[in-house]
């Protein structure tokens, strides 16, 4: 009786992976717990631990491998009695199993690991966007993903300023929890890049302080919904110790951190907090959505005299966009981007809502509707006066936001446009945000509750159709 | 009673517990391991094989897809859960746990399959679909969660503790948390207030010496975690985790402490967690051999195992009760691929209990 090992899935954002190094080979004896291969994930190598006592049959997928979808059967074990037989979930015998068919997941599994919220899909090429009038014309661009767009502006000001330090759970030796504070310890040592106690009202505290005292500390959260514990600091002591000062007194602090809906992790780890920021004057919120603006708002983020809440998303960290080759890629805070140019309807989004724009536009382009999206990338301060322009050429508006709708930076947009643009309007302002509950853990709930293009396309149809 | 084995460096040394440092002040009796019957030593052992098998197979799940998101498994804890939870008065005392929550369930005796259940996110889960592995709960047990904020349930615990004494009703909240939790400042704030008001609750640290990649002696300044309630007055206990009988007996000794209103207990286990933080952790904080030695030497499975056999239990009813477990085990994890997903209508029910 052989048991089918299949590629696991290690991460809550993986859909394949790479067959790195198998540790054991065929006619191997192994017990739970020896390790059989070690898997590269989206974010890490991981040790693939047998769970079963038996001998290894086949190895059906060689070391080196990329892209194995999780689900293919990699290798067989033949068991040893009823020890190895019950967890067998397959009735296919090992010799008939061609790796080319092994692909799918076993036949009772009705959900694939696939992410099932919105916008988790990695996107081979994301839309062509209108290129960033803040960037040279003619500058040439490597391709980063988020995720090391953000540590290299990190590593840069670092670099630039011995006054900036990072600090916050697991940024030091596990390398960040979600690698983006990779290799900063290496390059600029434990005085600069600390591990912290998991304490974060009192690490941002100390960071503010920290400020206070002539430093530019980057406070991570490991994701903001821990920063509910350190709230009193960010809105009590950082925004509002220059203007108690009388300008005397600054807190030059970036705390940063994945925030928004990440993959099925439940109402607690998964909540998008950018509105709650953005209402709190004294404090400069930032949501990027690609890696080039990753790297300049950091930039700009870090150098700032002012306390910034950084707002990152875990589902935009591993992916890829041209970033420009530039020594110092820093961008001006508080300037929104048309992503995309258009005359028919404006879509305002930020964060990871951009990407769901945009795939919107491009569906509403194959049928005849051209809409202009804006990333509004700074959400305090808010850059009115792009939308506004672009309201005045569209005469629709339809704000895109991964999050409640209930006092949302969506609702913030449409006072604007009814108090600044009314007589642009040629219709209702709309807003296609999350469901308004908490997340919900199950696959198809968590996918009914997340926005997703077909909801944007969908709105873009009402609004126009309303004048 | 069978003496424990050579324990690793990453166990502790001791069979039993250890009472506070020398002070004047007075403190639960010292403890002495359990003097269970073979029938219980059975009890715990089904119990703990079940955590384990009941977890091996949640991983396998989670590398199928079946099990998204965060999956953090109790496997190495299991004596933890089974030993306190044993000394409990079901009818009356409470429990509250963080995220790494299936063994306390389990050792609660909830029934397996509306937690595999959950954990595939099924409408026949504990939380209906919509907590999943971290947020689940059970007010029939007066099993209070399951949760997902690192230190919430310390304060959250307290709170059980004070309706337990408001209402005089005889009870004690039992409230785990992890050494890395530990360091949280609600922590504090909670120790001061439940000794102030004499609350009856056990605060239980389950050092199982990391908190995610970080080892205790890398975050806490005082790493003898069982001191760490002394500034507040609250007597601590250290306790090999590893050891169910060790646990038991500690349970009680802190149980009539505490039940005779004199107060909180601070109880640290000293146990380790053999799998990664959650599914998703490579785990390249500690060595192979390191995990592999607490394995071969301290494992709470095979520790009872011998006092079994020293007891007079025979190798063919552990056999039995292994198949036993594998069973249940499978029929939960069939149950919960197969049960249907909730219903869409159940994204909009429970945000509210009453219509306004
Ligand atoms: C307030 C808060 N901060 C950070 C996290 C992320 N996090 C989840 S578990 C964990 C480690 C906790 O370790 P420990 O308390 O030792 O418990 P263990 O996981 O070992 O059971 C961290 C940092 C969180 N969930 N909540
Ligand atoms: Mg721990």
Same mark, same amino acid.
């Given at each position: 009786?052989?048991?089918?090992?299949?590629?696991?899935?290690?991460?809550?954002?993986?859909?394949?992976?790479? #067959?790195?190094?198998?540790?054991?080979?065929?006619?191997d004896?192994?017990?739970?717990?020896?390790?059989?291969?070690?898997?590269?994930?989206?974010?890490?190598? !991981?040790?693939? $631990?047998?769970?079963?006592e038996?001998?290894?049959?086949?190895?059906?997928?060689?070391e080196?491998?990329?892209?194995?979808k999780?689900?293919?059967?990699?290798?067989?074990?033949?068991?040893?009695?009823? $020890?190895?037989?019950?967890?067998?979930?397959?009735?296919?015998?090992?010799?008939?199993?061609?790796?080319?068919?092994?692909?799918?997941?076993?036949?009772?599994?009705p959900?694939p690991?696939v992410?099932?919220?919105?916008?988790?899909?990695?996107?081979?090429?994301p839309?062509?966007?209108?290129?960033?009038?803040?960037?040279?014309?003619g500058?040439? !661009?490597?391709?980063?993903?988020?995720?090391?767009? #953000?540590?290299?502006a990190?590593?840069?000001? !670092?670099?630039?300023?011995?006054?900036?330090?990072?600090?916050?759970?697991?940024?030091?030796?596990?390398?960040?929890?979600?690698?983006?504070?990779?290799?900063?310890?290496?390059?600029?040592?434990?005085?600069?890049?600390?591990? &912290?106690?998991?304490?974060?009202?009192?690490?941002?505290?100390?960071?503010?302080?920290?400020?206070?005292?002539?430093?530019?500390?980057?406070?991570?959260?490991?994701?903001?919904?821990?920063?509910?514990?350190?709230?009193?600091?960010?809105?009590?002591?950082?925004?509002? &110790?220059?203007?108690?000062?009388?300008?005397?007194?600054?807190?030059?602090?970036?705390?940063?951190?994945?925030?928004?809906?990440?993959?099925?992790?439940?109402?607690?780890?998964?909540?998008?907090?950018?509105?709650?920021?953005?209402?709190?004057?004294?404090?400069?919120?930032?949501?990027?959505?690609?890696?080039?603006?990753?790297?300049?708002?950091?930039?700009?983020?870090?150098?700032?005299?002012?306390?910034?809440?950084?707002?990152?998303?875990?589902?935009?960290?591993?992916?890829?966009?041209?970033?420009?080759?530039?020594?110092?890629?820093?961008l001006?805070?508080?300037?929104?981007?048309?992503?995309?140019?258009?005359?028919?309807?404006?879509?305002?989004?930020?964060?990871?809502?951009?990407?769901?724009?945009?795939?919107?536009?491009?569906?509403?382009?194959?049928?005849?509707?051209?809409?202009?999206?804006?990333?509004?990338?700074?959400?305090?301060?808010?850059?009115?006066?792009?939308?506004?322009?672009?309201?005045?050429? &569209?005469?629709?508006?339809?704000?895109?936001?991964?999050?409640?709708?209930?006092?949302s930076?969506?609702?913030?947009?449409? !006072?604007?446009?009814?108090?600044?643009?009314?007589?642009?309007?040629?219709?209702?302002?709309?807003?296609?945000?999350?469901?308004?509950?908490?997340?919900?853990?199950?696959?198809?709930?968590?996918?009914?509750?997340?926005?997703?293009?077909?909801?944007?396309?969908?709105?873009?149809?009402?609004?126009?159709?309303?004048? | 009673?069978?003496?424990?084995?050579?324990?690793? %460096?990453a166990?502790?040394? =001791?069979?039993?517990?250890?009472?506070?440092?020398?002070?004047?002040?007075?403190g639960?009796?010292?403890?002495?391991?359990?003097?269970?019957?073979?029938? /219980?030593?059975?009890?715990?052992?089904?119990?703990?094989?079940?955590?384990?098998?009941?977890?091996?197979?949640?991983?396998?799940?989670?590398?199928?897809?079946?099990i998204?998101?965060?999956?953090?498994?109790?496997?190495g804890?299991?004596?933890?859960? +089974?030993?306190?939870?044993?000394?409990?008065?079901?009818?009356?005392d409470?429990?509250? %746990?963080?995220?790494?929550?299936?063994?306390?369930?389990?050792?609660?005796?909830i029934d397996?399959? +509306?937690?595999?259940?959950?954990? %595939?996110?099924?409408?026949?889960?504990?939380?209906?679909?919509?907590?999943?592995?971290?947020?689940?709960?059970?007010?029939?047990?007066?099993?209070?969660?399951?949760?997902?904020?690192?230190?919430?349930?310390?304060?959250l615990?307290?709170?059980?503790?004070?309706?337990?004494?408001?209402?005089?009703?005889?009870?004690?909240?039992?409230?785990?948390?992890?050494?890395?939790?530990?360091?949280?400042?609600?922590?504090?704030?909670?120790?001061?207030?439940? *000794?102030?008001?004499?609350?009856?609750i056990?605060?239980?640290?389950?050092?199982?010496?990391?908190?995610?990649g970080?080892?205790v002696?890398?975050?806490?300044?005082?790493?003898?975690?069982y001191?760490?309630?002394?500034?507040?007055?609250i007597?601590?206990?250290?306790?090999?985790?590893?050891?169910?009988?060790? +646990?038991?007996?500690?349970?009680?000794?802190?149980? /009539?402490?505490?039940?005779?209103?004199?107060?909180?207990?601070?109880?640290?286990l000293?146990?380790?967690?053999?799998?990664?933080?959650?599914?998703?952790d490579?785990? =390249?904080?500690?060595?192979?051999?390191?995990?592999?030695?607490? @394995?071969?030497?301290?494992?709470?499975?095979?520790?009872l195992?011998?006092?079994?056999?020293?007891?007079?239990?025979?190798e063919?009813?552990?056999?039995?009760?292994?198949?036993?477990? @594998?069973?249940?085990?499978?029929?939960?994890?069939?149950?919960? *691929?197969?049960?249907?997903?909730? *219903?869409?209508?159940?994204?909009?029910?429970d +945000?509210?209990? /009453?219509?306004?």
């Amino acid at each position: 009786m052989a048991i089918e090992l299949k590629m696991p899935a290690l991460s809550p954002t993986m859909e394949e992976g790479t #067959l790195a190094k198998w540790l054991v080979k065929e006619g191997d004896t192994v017990k739970s717990g020896d390790i059989l291969a070690e898997i590269e994930t989206d974010k890490a190598t !991981m040790e693939f $631990e047998a769970i079963d006592e038996g001998i290894v049959g086949q190895i059906l997928v060689a070391e080196g491998t990329d892209n194995v979808k999780v689900g293919t059967v990699i290798a067989t074990i033949t068991g040893e009695g009823e $020890e190895a037989a019950a967890p067998a979930p397959a009735a296919a015998p090992a010799k008939d199993v061609a790796p080319a068919q092994a692909g799918a997941v076993s036949a009772n599994a009705p959900t694939p690991a696939v992410p099932a919220s919105a916008g988790t899909t990695e996107k081979a090429a994301p839309t062509e966007r209108a290129s960033d009038p803040a960037i040279p014309a003619g500058t040439a !661009m490597v391709r980063l993903t988020v995720r090391e767009a #953000l540590r290299d502006a990190m590593a840069e000001e !670092m670099r630039a300023d011995d006054r900036v330090f990072v600090m916050g759970e697991e940024v030091a030796e596990y390398q960040g929890a979600y690698k983006v504070t990779q290799g900063l310890l290496d390059e600029f040592g434990a005085r600069r890049v600390i591990d &912290t106690p998991i304490t974060e009202y009192g690490f941002a505290g100390l960071g503010a302080g920290a400020a206070m005292g002539g430093l530019k500390p980057i406070i991570e959260f490991m994701t903001f919904n821990f920063a509910m514990q350190a709230i009193d600091h960010i809105i009590n002591s950082a925004a509002k &110790t220059n203007y108690m000062s009388g300008g005397q007194m600054r807190c030059p602090i970036v705390f940063r951190g994945p925030n928004g809906a990440a993959s099925r992790v439940g109402a607690q780890h998964s909540q998008n907090f950018a509105p709650w920021y953005a209402s709190v004057p004294g404090l400069i919120v930032i949501a990027p959505y690609d890696a080039a603006d990753a790297k300049g708002l950091m930039k700009a983020a870090i150098r700032s005299e002012d306390p910034v809440v950084f707002l990152e998303n875990e589902l935009l960290y591993g992916r890829g966009f041209d970033v420009p080759d530039l020594p110092d890629h820093v961008l001006p805070i508080g300037k929104a981007r048309i992503m995309r140019a258009g005359s028919d309807v404006t879509i305002v989004s930020y964060s990871i809502g951009v990407g769901l724009a945009l795939e919107a536009a491009d569906q509403l382009a194959a049928e005849g509707i051209d809409a202009e999206v804006i990333d509004l990338r700074t959400l305090r301060p808010l850059d009115t006066a792009t939308v506004l322009a672009s309201l005045k050429k &569209t005469n629709h508006l339809v704000i895109v936001e991964e999050g409640w709708p209930v006092c949302s930076i969506a609702s913030e947009l449409a !006072m604007v446009a009814m108090e600044q643009g009314f007589d642009d309007l040629d219709a209702p302002v709309l807003r296609v945000c999350n469901e308004d509950v908490p997340l919900p853990y199950a696959a198809n709930l968590e996918k009914a509750a997340l926005i997703d293009a077909p909801r944007v396309v969908a709105a873009v149809k009402a609004v126009r159709n309303r004048g | 009673m069978a003496k424990a084995p050579a324990r690793s %460096t990453a166990a502790p040394k =001791k069979t039993a517990s250890t009472p506070a440092p020398a002070t004047n002040r007075e403190g639960p009796r010292d403890p002495i391991p359990y003097d269970a019957t073979p029938a /219980e030593l059975e009890k715990f052992y089904r119990e703990m094989l079940l955590i384990r098998r009941f977890e091996e197979k949640a991983g396998q799940l989670y590398g199928l897809g079946l099990i998204g998101g965060f999956c953090h498994l109790y496997i190495g804890q299991e004596a933890v859960a +089974v030993g306190l939870q044993s000394a409990l008065d079901g009818d009356k005392d409470s429990v509250i %746990t963080g995220y790494r929550d299936h063994g306390h369930m389990l050792a609660y005796g909830i029934d397996p399959k +509306v937690i595999m259940a959950e954990l %595939t996110g099924r409408a026949a889960g504990i939380s209906r679909g919509k907590g999943g592995s971290m947020h689940m709960f059970s007010v029939e047990h007066k099993f209070y969660g399951g949760h997902g904020i690192v230190g919430a349930q310390v304060s959250l615990g307290t709170g059980l503790a004070f309706a337990h004494k408001y209402r005089d009703d005889g009870g004690v909240a039992m409230s785990y948390f992890g050494d890395g939790a530990s360091n949280q400042g609600q922590v504090y704030e909670s120790f001061n207030m439940a *000794e102030l008001w004499k609350l009856p609750i056990i605060f239980v640290i389950e050092n199982n010496q990391y908190a995610m990649g970080t080892s205790v002696n890398r975050s806490s300044a005082e790493d003898q975690l069982y001191r760490r309630g002394e500034s507040f007055r609250i007597p601590g206990m250290q306790v090999d985790g590893m050891d169910v009988l060790a +646990v038991r007996g500690a349970a009680e000794a802190a149980l /009539e402490w505490v039940r005779a209103g004199k107060g909180p207990v601070l109880m640290e286990l000293k146990t380790y967690r053999y799998r990664g933080h959650s599914m998703s952790d490579p785990a =390249k904080y500690r060595s192979r051999e390191e995990v592999q030695a607490v @394995r071969d030497k301290s494992d709470a499975l095979e520790h009872l195992k011998r006092v079994m056999e020293g007891a007079g239990i025979g190798e063919d009813k552990i056999k039995d009760i292994d198949k036993e477990i @594998r069973a249940i085990v499978a029929e939960s994890a069939d149950f919960a *691929e197969s049960a249907p997903e909730p *219903e869409l209508h159940d994204l909009y029910t429970d +945000v509210l209990v /009453e219509q306004y």
